[in-house]
């Protein structure tokens, strides 16, 4: 294991358990504060295509925005986990929660029966892509839970155009993260108390 490897390893531990930590009412409270900022934005007014994610371990909730995204008709996307490719994720639109299934490590994601990217023929690129992390660091950089899934999904040549913007709390913004070749930067970051762009 690498330097870098093991001081995320440690960082994830340690801010993991700190997001643990908080109460129901600390994660509405500061979920409600993200999305309120993330609604001033016109790259959120004017989105017609959005890549979302299910929140897991007190992360940001994104949930009323994806409510939001339906009640607007906007295209809603989540990613779905490849069972038989670990590290990969499909985007798939979903039109409601009943479309949604537990899947790949208990998180809630669009049933078999969504279709994907391929299947549609669809272009499925975000105009806006909602990021989760463990920590966001002054750069841009994330700290994920290890498995690359979002470094390869922004990596991909259609992401070039979306807008990303990472979610989290405001003790998960670190001055700087460790970082691989692969490790790819988000173009924003909002927490309950500031959005902080990079590009």
């Known amino acids: 294991m690498t330097d870098a ?3 995320k390893d440690k960082l994830r531990k340690m801010l993991v358990e700190q997001r643990m930590a908080l109460s129901p009412e600390e994660v509405q409270r500061a979920s409600l504060a993200v999305a309120e900022r993330l609604r001033t934005l016109t790259e959120w007014k004017n989105a017609w295509s959005v890549l979302l994610y299910w929140p897991i371990k007190n992360e ?3 949930r009323p925005l994806l409510a939001e ?4 008709g906007a295209i809603a996307l989540l990613p779905r986990c490849r069972p038989e490719q670990p590290g990969f994720m499909d985007l798939c639109a979903c039109t409601c929660e009943e479309d949604l299934t537990e899947g790949s490590f208990n998180i809630m994601e669009p049933a078999p029966c969504c279709a994907t990217r391929e299947d549609s023929g669809e272009p499925f690129v ?6 989760p992390a463990v920590a966001f660091d002054a750069h841009g950089y994330r700290l994920g839970f290890g498995g690359g899934y979002y470094d390869r999904l ?7 155009e ?8 405001d003790f998960q913004r670190l001055p700087v993260l460790p970082t691989n070749a692969w ?16 590009r």
């Not at 975000?126 to 990021?131: A, G, R």
């Not at 922004?154 to 070039?160: C, N, Q, V």
């Not at 979306?162 to 709390?169: E, F, K, R, W």
């Open 60 to 62: 940001v909730d994104t």
């Open 5 to 7: 490897s093991q001081e």
């Open 126 to 131: 975000p105009d806006l892509v909602l990021v």
């Open 69 to 72: 995204l339906w009640e607007r």
């Open 183 to 198: 490790d790819e930067p988000v173009q924003a970051v909002c927490t309950e108390r500031e959005l902080k762009w990079f």
């Open 162 to 169: 979306a807008v990303t913007i990472g979610l989290c709390y």
């Open 154 to 160: 922004l990596a991909k040549p259609e992401m070039d």
